[in-house]
T-cell receptor, first 120, second 113 residues
Framework: EPEVTQTPSHQVTQMGQEVILRCVPI?????FYWYRQILGQKVEFLVS????????KSEIFDDQFSVERPDGSNFTLKIRSTKLEDSAMYFC??????????????????FGPGTRLTVL | QKEVEQDPGPLSVPEGAIVSLNCTYS??????FMWYRQYSRKGPELLMY????GNKEDGRFTAQVDKSSKYISLFIRDSQPSDSATYLC?????????????FGKGTKLSVKP
């Protein structure tokens, strides 16, 4: 069964360093997302990406964050200068596309296993 | 008022019990209501979704949505140890891929043999 993969599974970095988290979405999917989950907190939406541009972003997704689809398979999240509060589990997700026009249809977002980011 | 509220538990039940999980929400724009299951060290996995109000059944799982009360529930019948996981409710105003998900905090469920 196709799945979203993420690397690395755990990333440890020093405050102020840049990190790049990598994701390989499911191959025929067109929409890509990043979510994060701080320990003990809710899963929070960061950004969605479609057709090589950001379609929506949350207040969390400030200038320190950027996303890129550098080739036909990878989707990356870059944090330019990490802060202690960036420590969290980061989940990548992907979905096929539109719901097909049916109001009652939901286009499932498939989540990867996550990358645990620890900022020291 | 927080957008989506979910009792984090933990909830511990004996095998075979009926489990009731629920969430409340404040945003009346939500139309799509999802339940995700998350095992330790894994990403969330969709269990079921419901559009607008009503019930939906899938095997041992039943999802209920009451939009008038802004209250959703997930019932698990004949619970099994393999159901032990964290259950996350999630909501969206959109069913298409443009809809970002708003999650509850998750309820950790343990089913004891």
């Amino acid at each position: 069964e196709p799945e979203v993969t993420q690397t690395p599974s755990h990333q440890v970095t020093q405050m102020g360093q840049e990190v790049i988290l990598r994701c390989v979405p499911i191959s025929n999917h067109l929409y890509f997302y990043w979510y994060r989950q701080i320990l003990g907190q809710k899963v929070e939406f960061l950004v969605s990406f479609y057709n090589n541009e950001i379609s929506e972003k949350s207040e969390i997704f400030d200038d320190q964050f950027s996303v890129e689809r550098p080739d036909g398979s990878n989707f990356t999240l870059k944090i330019r200068s990490t802060k202690l509060e960036d420590s969290a589990m980061y989940f990548c997700a992907s979905s096929e596309g539109s719901s097909g026009g049916y109001l009652s249809s939901y286009n499932e977002q498939f989540f990867g296993p996550g990358t645990r980011l620890t900022v020291l | 008022q927080k957008e989506v509220e979910q009792d984090p538990g933990p909830l511990s039940v004996p095998e075979g019990a009926i489990v009731s999980l629920n969430c409340t929400y404040s945003n009346s724009a939500f139309q799509y209501f999802m339940w995700y299951r998350q095992y330790s060290r894994k990403g969330p996995e969709l269990l079921m979704y419901t559009y607008s109000s009503g019930n939906k059944e899938d095997g041992r799982f039943t999802a209920q949505v009451d939009k008038s009360s802004k209250y959703i529930s997930l019932f698990i019948r004949d619970s099994q140890p393999s159901d032990s996981a964290t259950y996350l409710c999630a909501m969206s105003a959109w069913g298409g891929s443009q809809g970002n998900l708003i999650f509850g905090k998750g309820t950790k469920l343990s089913v004891k043999p």
